[in-house]
């Protein structure tokens, strides 16, 4: 019988999240089985988050929505998703309005 080789006991991740001047991004190794709670504690990002439960609320990886008891594998990028600072269809009628005074 060959040998299965031992699974990684460390994986490679990143935490990532877009802040309107700057975005923040780390590199981490982290025990293989680690949550998606467990990297983002890890990764130092709340420090820089005004709204500390934006990351309890809107996360993802690789742009699809994941909750904060996700297993992470080899590779993933979590996403912090900040909340948005106005609704997209309130910004249109705002917009909207603004051309019909002229």
Request: proline share 7%; with cysteine.
């Amino acid at each position: 019988m060959a040998h299965q080789p031992d699974p990684p006991t460390h994986i490679p991740i990143e935490i990532t999240c877009a802040f309107p001047q700057h975005q923040f991004l780390k590199k981490l190794e982290v025990v293989a089985g680690t949550t998606i709670a467990q990297a983002i504690a890890l990764s130092g990002i709340e420090k820089f988050l005004s709204d500390k439960n934006c990351t309890t609320q809107f996360v993802g990886v690789f742009g699809k929505r994941a909750n904060m008891q996700t297993v992470l594998q080899a590779n993933d990028r979590v996403e912090v998703y900040r909340p948005l600072a106005i609704d997209p269809k309130e910004k249109r009628r705002m917009r909207s309005a603004g051309r019909q005074k002229r």
